[in-house]
């Protein structure tokens, strides 16, 4: 960390800026400009905080030189890491097609969801039992019913199922049904949820927050690394924007910028990225043209009935066409979408 | 609700969004403009949801006429409500000054802080026993121990106290010690812990979210009034912005903003919105003088060993210094600081 | 347009509402609904403005159902235009290659990044004379010397030329030099400047302001078409965002909306958008299969002794390794990168 | 300057850092971390430019240690500055009242409109005869005509008046004809124009952009500054945010922010800022009490009518009521309404 002192720091407030150092276990190196005095601080930066450094009188700025994470950084693990959910690899160059409604509904739409997706080329399957909704008074989600439902389709078409979690005191039962738990973007900084995830072995479908920046998403996974899981996957699902024809703003440099500092893999969500399905095919190409992992796509067969995000689901016709020139794009950029397991375990 | 069909909407597409629209128990109403085709629906807007009628094809817009929450609106309360917290009121000319650590800290130093702020003003004493830290490696609150010591330090100084719930599992034995329970930023979506928050009686502090629009602060505050704890007061705390100078961008017109949709006390926090002490007396008159109900400030005897956030902390010399002035402020408004009860219940 | 009425609008108001909706020549629908009372205004939309509309009293919104641009739009050009800049064609399939240094710098250096961005594969060259820098103490280009140079350096390898104006009184000099005139992000509302540029018939290149939504973008398009000069291409160069990770926040999704709103060609400039040579090829890339009509891209062959911009140019190298990876996508998306001009006119 | 080297930074890297440094005449001071190299730079920062510096291989960021303005800066002078405008100071405790209607439109109505803001208590007239407007077909402005109506208007009533200069060519008579020149918000970073009025002695009134932050404001009057004019008066309007509830996001925190770094004054425009007349008068005072040195606003006698901005302006009526509760709180702040000049010069 760089200390840079306010102009005019007296002589007696740099005495107790290196003090403070010292207090910590580190090292002072000073040294003194023609405007401004700067302190190196030598040791390991992970060992002192940058906060109250700052709130030592004198201080004008505090310059961390190392980020914030350790384990989701690419010191860590040089190589870029490999997710297998159930079967499925994600990363190194095997790409997830996560597919399906927003919501799970009933059991008939449900089957046949799923198995259009899965014959157009998904190799995971989703759907929400349990739904954050910004309104009190919209559909909830069927709960553990839904799991159950979830699970026994991804069976019959040996497809791997992600599902989210929203609370903390369902991520057992989540577990247990989800061969993936998905951390939507409302709960990408609900710390005691990715804490009780990471306790747990299953891979992790971290969805980036509407305003958190790249650290902020790499610290949420360092959260559940840090428990000992380190099947973490990285979603791009859009931000918060000034401009609001598109439900979100896709942030597709997200994606190399996150290879330069991590070893995680990275998908795409042009579903919640846009909300509109006339964009989807354009940013689902995009994101993979950028080096994505994968592609998440919201698909129902009847959007105007659907419980949940119904106007930004694409038909399983135009999810087809789409995997289509994605398969195209994958074997132009030297990558394969990952097969489906033979059965699941 | 208006839908806006798009051009070219054709004759038997307009026919199947009547029939939809009537198989919801709602009547159309059709006004064919020189361009575009637009459809009223007539009914009770709220039993119909804005998303499936997007999906219908041939729509290109839904335009609601009435906000998506209700118990929150001016409507359902068109007087400003006043939440009792122990006995300090809040709203209706009755300004809360919530004052304290940024963290629950040692017995003599809370107990330190607690006077000074006491003596100062404040009428509302805070600290958090539980720290949603954005690192896994920071200090993350005193749990349990700390909710007894800031109770038994409020009982001393005949002040209610207020602390952050993070964890739905929580919600019960924070409701036991504190006065009032604050849902931070990082949680305003999180619907889960709402739901619980609603069902107990306790008064609410409901932050606004770093990307929350002004409708969904009253959304999640919706959550909270829809299970029957109607005591909740808004929190603006700044959300995020391009500018990084400061920690937030503090959204001052939200106060005014809030009063001319909501009967819901808003307070203003201008320590986490702008991040720099010298910018929060400026900010706290400047709420006060916007119409803001209370002023929420994190007080620190000693910032640079504080647990958390020490930069944003004022001293307390400083904070009886700014509530000095926020008296003459509200007296000049016709507001009054609420008097401190003469002993907790 | 739609009003959508107060919630207790008087009939007074009511009255006087269609009474001004029929003084402008149009004629109004009432529509009573449970709640609210809407007004469909039916005629000319263009007519009308919606500001005055707004301000009458008992109108809570005004709904604009139709785009504020006319000459930009689809329903006004159907079809993809496609624009000619000296016999290199942008739109339609056809996408250019610029290419260049951010400003026009010393004679030799000229001459050797030109080749070189050619052979890779460019066909527009591009470099400024006029700099328009956020501080006024630095390098603020070479004028009509670097004009001059331009131009020769252009016919020396048969590539038209594309550079900046960012000063009314200059339009006449650089339409007589350049091939292309850019108009910067800064300048995007210049609307002097954009209606002198109008009545020129040179190509533009109209890049978005950090802050413009699409439709201000089309809007601005629009103030060029409307003075007769229709040969205007869009460029995406990055918006401001809340994450400084990267310089600005490409909003790549900004393609195929455009695409889904107006004839004109649009291109990506990912230096920009990312300020991160290791970011810029993911970002072109992305952008070709978006769906762009061409990309532009700062490149120098010294970037630390640049006049302006060094840390996002690419390399002459890394330049060429890219056209060779967008050759392929173009390629695969089954589109072409325009042929140089066997000489300029 | 410090530059931060990447990990992993070679020898000869480091050795070709320092050289560069040295070149540029200052002295480069390593310091050797656990892991990484720091290397500060000694002399005179204002001579080197970051850019250029940031292209060197092996270094990872440069973190400058000086702002980047000089003669708006708090040490090129220390105290706040005052700006005269005609016999009406602005800045040290004297409050710029600045009224009138968007557009100057015809002449009775601009008699009658300045006469009651003058009643009320406004010190300064304002009025557009050039508008920026987004779209090509709105109404421009009246032009030479409407200056020169402004002029007579002002000289009535022994006010001031203010105007917005959009056009580098016009800048000569709008300084004959106003007593203090605006800069629009799109017009902030047109450097073309700021360089212009530079050259001229009149005030201006320099506006935020909507995409600015607080340093691009200082850059861009230090543009005006450096070309020898000194009066210069900064004006927070609100920025875009991802709120589209009031028109933009009125950033009251940057006029404290403004006065640790400038000596220059700060007025605040709740008009612009909020877009509606409801939330004017409170977002007026919270701009006072944070300490502004002046408040914009729009006023007009028939909004419904007005030729631009009309559901953004108050009343007459309005106005005067604002004034005196403004007036009460400049004296709560020990402040004065800069009182007319018993005639203009």
Redesign the interface.
């Known amino acids: 960390m760089?200390l840079?002192l306010k102009?005019g720091a007296t002589e007696s407030q740099i005495a107790h800026v290196i003090e403070?150092v010292e207090a910590l276990g580190m090292r002072a190196?000073l040294?003194?400009?023609?405007?401004?005095t700067?302190v190196?601080?030598?040791?390991?930066?992970?060992k002192v905080?940058e906060?109250?450094?700052?709130?030592?009188?004198g201080v004008e700025a505090v310059?961390p030189?190392?980020p914030?994470?350790k384990l989701a950084s690419l010191?860590a693990h040089p190589e870029p890491s490999v997710v297998d959910v159930s079967g499925v690899k994600i990363g190194g160059g095997n790409l997830a097609m996560i597919a399906g409604p927003c919501s799970v509904e009933d059991e008939p739409r449900m089957y046949r969801i799923a198995e259009s997706v899965r014959d157009a080329g998904a190799n995971i399957f989703r759907g929400g039992a349990y739904k954050?909704?910004?309104?009190?008074?919209?559909f909830q989600g069927l709960g553990e019913d839904g799991l159950k439902l979830l699970r026994d389709v991804g069976a019959a078409y040996a497809m791997p199922v992600v599902t989210e979690v929203?609370?903390?005191?369902c991520v057992e039962v989540v577990a247990e049904y989800a061969d993936m738990i998905q951390v939507g973007a409302?709960?990408m900084?609900?710390?005691?949820l990715l804490?009780e995830i990471g306790k747990t072995n299953r891979p992790v479908l971290l969805k980036r927050?509407?305003?958190a920046?790249?650290?902020?998403l790499l610290?949420s996974a360092?959260?559940v690394l840090?428990q000992g899981n380190s099947n973490v996957v990285l979603c791009e699902r859009g931000?918060?924007?000034?401009?609001?024809?598109?439900r979100n703003?896709?942030?597709?440099?997200a994606?190399?910028?996150v290879q330069?500092l991590s070893h995680l893999p990275i998908i795409v969500d042009p579903s919640h990225?846009?909300g509109r399905p006339?964009?989807i095919?354009?940013?689902a190409?995009?994101?993979?043209?950028?080096?994505a992992d994968g592609v998440h796509i919201e698909v129902h067969d009847c959007?105007?009935?659907?419980k949940?995000?119904?106007?930004q689901?694409l038909l399983p016709s135009q999810y087809r066409e789409l995997c289509d020139r994605m398969r195209?794009?994958a074997e132009?950029l030297g990558k394969q979408i990952s097969p489906l397991p033979k059965a699941l375990a």
């Open positions: 760089i840079i102009t403070r190196h040294s003194r400009g023609t405007y401004r700067i190196g601080i030598i040791g390991d930066e992970n905080r906060e109250p450094l700052r709130a030592i009188p310059v030189v190392l914030p994470y010191d954050p909704r910004t309104s009190p008074y919209a929203t609370d903390v005191r409302r709960n900084q609900n710390f005691v804490t927050g509407m305003s920046t790249v650290t902020d610290m360092e959260y840090s931000i918060k924007s000034f401009d609001t024809a598109t703003l896709f942030d597709v440099a994606v190399p910028l330069t990225a846009t006339d964009l095919p354009a940013c190409l995009a994101g993979l043209a950028a080096g959007p105007e009935v659907a949940s995000d119904g106007p689901a195209q794009m132009l």
